[in-house]
């Protein structure tokens, strides 16, 4: 019997500072009644924070009192809740510009993003930047929540002006196919869990209404089967023969199915396998698909170690050195051509260079410019880089698990830069040899 994994929706808030992210949660929360008693006392305790005496709603998320004392949010606050429908896992991120990298974080597991406008200000280049960012990110459903209505008299015309902007620059963006536009106010509440009574133009669902139908089952990559290696688990159990000899190979199950008996590839050695038998806490299945956690046990004896990867015969991934990709720059000190990281992808890290800059994206109007002197923090561009070892890797678009990557900065640690791979030029053949820089 396959086990099916617990439907649970991941999204993110993103948008400009004071659109109202932070309350929206908040609302979500106190609304669909999934705050526990204590959590309501604390909001009221905390009420003399930001003065006026009432309950900020925003404060159940913005946990830094530099946060609550300026309004704004600054870290990534994640927050778990469920409805009779459905779980849910919301990523509340920054709309300072100055954050940019932190709602690239929270943003890049998302099913859904939440794109906040404020309907007094309309679009804004924030505004812009989040949507490009939740494209870029492969983010499969986008709602437009129209806020603040409230504030412009519950006007239909504005909210229907933002809608007309939105849809003027969203063709450029062709990856996001499933866009929603919600009328809100997050801080009285309407459209939000329960519709409003104050837009009776209005005739779609509430925000709460759509997340819980939304279609997300088809979000999973179920198409080529992609499995990195992450621990080789070795029990060595004298007490227990069934264990003593046991070598399996445990990881997610990074896109495709795979089924006892199927034929796989392990790479980079190319070595021909099968699948002997699927593990789990729960048991031993005939089959796994993505994104279940497994353990797979091989046919044959063969050398496989961390970062290598298990893949189908059929539908091959690329696996290059020489690489293309799209990264988000989050370092202050600008992305210049030559600088070496670890770069890590999937259950594998690597060194490698950054060897030129093709361009980099103006936010503003979506065009593709010269870098100049390199990509400075929060540009987002299209980059060249050279891995000491191939990598074992698909198009960000056709896999977001095996497609990303990110920078990491020798001596700090530091994670620099978020990347999205471009689709390699052709896929792995057989008799591809290895090479270093």
């Known amino acids: ?32 009644k999934n705050l526990m008693e204590d959590q309501i006392e604390a909001l009221e305790r905390s009420a003399d924070i930001t003065g006026g005496g009432q309950i900020n709603l925003a404060n159940l998320t913005d946990g830094l009192r530099a946060e609550r004392e300026q309004g704004i949010t600054i870290d990534v606050a994640y927050r778990y809740f469920a409805t009779p429908r459905r779980k849910f896992i919301v990523a509340d991120t920054p709309g300072h510009v100055q954050y940019t990298r932190n709602m690239v974080t929270g943003a890049s597991t998302a099913n859904l993003s939440i794109v906040l406008v404020d309907a007094r200000q309309g679009v804004i280049e924030q505004s812009r930047r989040h949507t490009y960012l939740a494209a870029l990110l492969g983010i499969p459903h986008l709602l437009i929540a129209v806020n ?29 196919q499933d866009v929603k536009f919600v009328p809100i106010s997050a801080l009285l509440g309407d459209n939000v869990v329960e519709p409003s009574q104050h837009m009776p ?23 080529a089967l992609r499995f990195p290696v992450q621990w080789v688990n070795r029990p060595n159990n004298p007490r227990d023969p069934a264990l003593h000899d046991f070598r399996g190979l445990s990881g997610q199950v990074a896109g495709g199915i795979v089924r006892v008996g199927q034929k796989v590839l392990v790479l980079p050695s190319g070595i021909e396998t099968s699948i002997q038998s699927i593990h789990t806490d729960d048991g031993l299945l005939q089959e796994a698909f993505c994104p279940q956690s497994v353990t797979l046990l091989l046919k044959d004896d063969i050398d496989v170690s961390r970062g290598d990867a298990i893949v189908g015969t059929d539908d091959l991934p690329g696996m290059a050195a020489n690489l293309r990709a799209r990264v988000c720059w989050m370092h202050p000190k600008p992305l210049q051509p030559g600088r070496k990281f670890f770069l890590k992808h999937a259950t594998r890290t690597v060194q490698a260079m950054v060897t030129s800059i093709d361009h980099r994206v ?62 390699p030029a052709e896929a792995y053949k057989p008799e591809y040899t290895d090479f270093v820089i």
Not at 8 to 31: A, E, M, P, Q
Not at 363 to 392: C, F, H
Request: glycine residues 8%; proline residues 4%; hydrophobic residues 40%.
């Open 1 to 32: 019997m396959t086990s099916h994994p617990i439907e649970i929706l991941r999204f993110n808030t993103c948008g400009s500072v004071d659109d109202g992210k932070s309350t929206l949660i908040g609302r979500l929360l106190y609304d669909s």
């Open 148 to 176: 603040k209505m409230d504030l412009v008299d519950w006007s239909e015309d504005r909210f229907l002006e933002i809608r007309e902007e939105f849809e003027k620059f969203l063709p450029r963006l062709d990856v996001l």
């Open 201 to 223: 133009w209005y005739q779609g669902p509430s925000l709460l209404g759509h997340l819980e139908t939304v279609h997300i089952a088809s979000d999973w990559n179920l198409g």
């Open 362 to 423: 103006n936010i503003s109007t979506y065009d593709e410019e010269p870098a100049g002197e390199g990509l400075a923090l929060n540009q987002i561009g299209e980059v060249r880089i050279k891995t000491a070892s191939p990598l074992v890797y698909d198009g960000y678009r056709q896999n977001r698990l095996t497609g990303a990557f990110i920078l990491i900065e020798p001596g700090t640690n530091q994670t620099v830069a978020a990347g999205m791979l471009e689709a």
